[in-house]
């Protein structure tokens, strides 16, 4: 950028204009109507020039000294050279900025091709290399801005004092003005009715004033986007800010709103990359800026998933909080691989458990009670201690030829099930190089796909049709020699 470019303030402001051609009078009609304060050295002898100027005020040349007292601005169209350097003289004496109409080595500022819609302006410069292009420019934006763009600029610096008073935050006022100035308070300043369109940008204040951040901790569900619920969809489109979990899918980040902020906040095993207390920090700062904040947690946000102590954080700091419920892993797993998590033929019982201690290792579960016959006990996070597990229900008294099934990524493209029974599990997720997000399903109804597998396919081979045909994506299924 060779020029810099800046906007003076016209208001009352002496402008001295030099000549009396028609130069002159093309950079004169530039301040008609603007405020200024427009002293002209020369003169019009042309009597119509002299009467669409009669608003300036007219110097002889000999009292030029009194005509740039306290101009901020000189222009120079004399045609006559000797006139023009007499000018030059005077007004540099004075440290006043001018321009020299083509005469580019004289300037102090160039001239722009304006765009005058009131209160918008639009400069576009070419540092003199070529003044048509800065035409084209300007008629492209003409093209593009409402003609009424400069009656909104002016109606919103006339609500300035008022929006303050109604919305003393900085950025929830900043978030206002980026909405109310492209709603239908615009529109109605477009379409010509500036009463109507003050109306509304009043209202939008009031009500912006009093709106308060909120938050909703929203469960994203196990991994295909299809199992979100319609209002977890919904809160994720409208949100503001998203903090997600590392367990969120792609797909379903994919459908928070470009513009909207998203935050990872994810935690893996031994890892807590952004420690709870802090996690829970950022939501209270974003709600208190008043943005609609989203908490995205992988499955249910009340299923091993914290999400009781960010509510509480939340609520005891006086904001609102939401919670909505989404597809458990648990449930989605046992959709996808056809396992009935309770079945009265089966498991009359149906127990979740943590496999993973808060402080490592195997938690201090009641393993009598998860030994019970007819119970289908669920494992999350339970890769890194299955073998400690299945140690100690069969120690328990659980049979060791019960079922297993071991799902990982469920629901998503990557999806694994691997099926067994309880002796054989530390070896399914060794030899699966099972790394998780996985859950240990354990119980009779574990045993129930193969099952289903087996007369499926004895039917199939009678049909001659694949029996797992309805798969939506590439399943690698194992089943080890019980
Ligand atoms: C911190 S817990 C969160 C559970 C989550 N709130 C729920 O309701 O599914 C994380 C564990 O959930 C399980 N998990 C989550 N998503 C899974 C998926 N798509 N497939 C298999 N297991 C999953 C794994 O056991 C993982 O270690």
Not at 161 to 172: M, Q, R, S
Not at 208 to 229: C, K, M, Q, S, W
Not at 409 to 419: H, I, K, M, Y
Not at 424 to 441: D, H, N, Q, R, Y
Request: charged share 25%.
């Amino acid at each position: 950028m060779r020029q810099f470019p800046a906007f003076f303030n016209l208001e009352g402001a002496r402008i001295a204009v030099f000549g009396g051609g028609e130069e002159a009078a093309r950079k004169l009609r530039l301040f008609a109507g603007s405020g200024a304060d427009v002293a002209l050295i020369g003169g019009f002898a042309d009597a119509a020039l002299a009467a669409e100027f009669a608003w300036t005020e007219t110097f002889a040349r000999a009292d030029v000294g009194a005509a740039l007292l306290g101009a901020r601005l000189a222009i120079i169209a004399e045609e006559d050279v000797a006139l023009r350097a007499a000018a030059l003289d005077e007004v540099r004496a004075r440290g006043i900025p001018v321009n020299v109409v083509d005469q580019p080595e004289d300037c102090d500022f160039t001239v722009p091709s304006i765009l005058d819609r009131g209160e918008i302006v639009a400069a576009i410069g070419t540092g003199g290399a070529s003044p048509v292009i800065a035409k084209s420019i300007r008629a492209k934006l003409e093209a593009l801005l409402p003609q009424r763009i400069g009656d909104l600029a002016g109606l919103a610096r006339s609500l300035r004092g008022f929006v303050v008073d109604a919305i003393p935050d900085k950025t929830a006022r900043r978030r206002y003005w980026e909405r109310a100035l492209s709603g239908p308070a615009a529109e109605a300043a477009y379409a010509g009715d500036l009463d109507r369109a003050e109306t509304l940008l009043r209202q939008q204040a009031r009500l912006a004033g009093r709106a308060r951040g909120v938050v909703h901790i929203v469960g994203a569900g196990p991994g295909d986007p299809e199992l979100l619920t319609l209002k977890a969809l919904r809160l994720i489109q409208e949100a503001d800010v998203v903090y997600y979990d590392r367990l969120v899918s792609g797909d379903i980040l994919s459908l928070i709103r470009r513009d909207a902020a998203r935050v990872p906040v994810g935690k893996s095993k031994g890892d807590h990359s952004v420690p709870q207390a802090e996690i829970q920090a950022r939501l209270v700062a974003s709600a208190r800026e008043g943005l609609r904040v989203v908490r995205l947690k992988g499955g249910d946000p009340f299923i091993f998933g914290r999400g009781g102590e960010e509510l509480e954080a939340v609520r005891a700091e006086g904001i609102e909080a939401y919670v909505v419920p989404g597809i458990s892993s648990a449930l989605g797993c046992a959709a996808s691989a056809g396992i009935p998590l309770t079945h009265r033929d089966h498991a009359q019982t149906l127990t979740f458990v943590t496999g993973h201690a808060k402080e490592g290792g195997v938690p201090d579960l009641d393993w009598d009670a998860l030994a019970r016959p007819a119970q289908t006990v669920v494992v999350f996070m339970g890769v890194d201690t299955a073998p400690a597990i299945a140690e100690k229900l069969v120690a328990a008294g659980r049979d060791g030829k019960t079922p297993v099934a071991v799902i990982e990524n469920g629901t998503r493209a990557d999806e694994l099930r691997v099926f067994g029974t309880l002796a054989e599990l530390p070896f399914l997720v060794e030899e699966e190089g099972i790394l998780g997000p996985a859950l240990l399903i354990i119980g009779e109804v574990a045993g129930l796909p193969a099952e289903q597998g087996r007369i499926a396919s004895i039917l199939s081979e009678a049909s001659g049709q694949p029996w797992f045909g309805a798969a939506s994506h590439p399943l690698k299924i194992e089943e080890s020699a019980a």
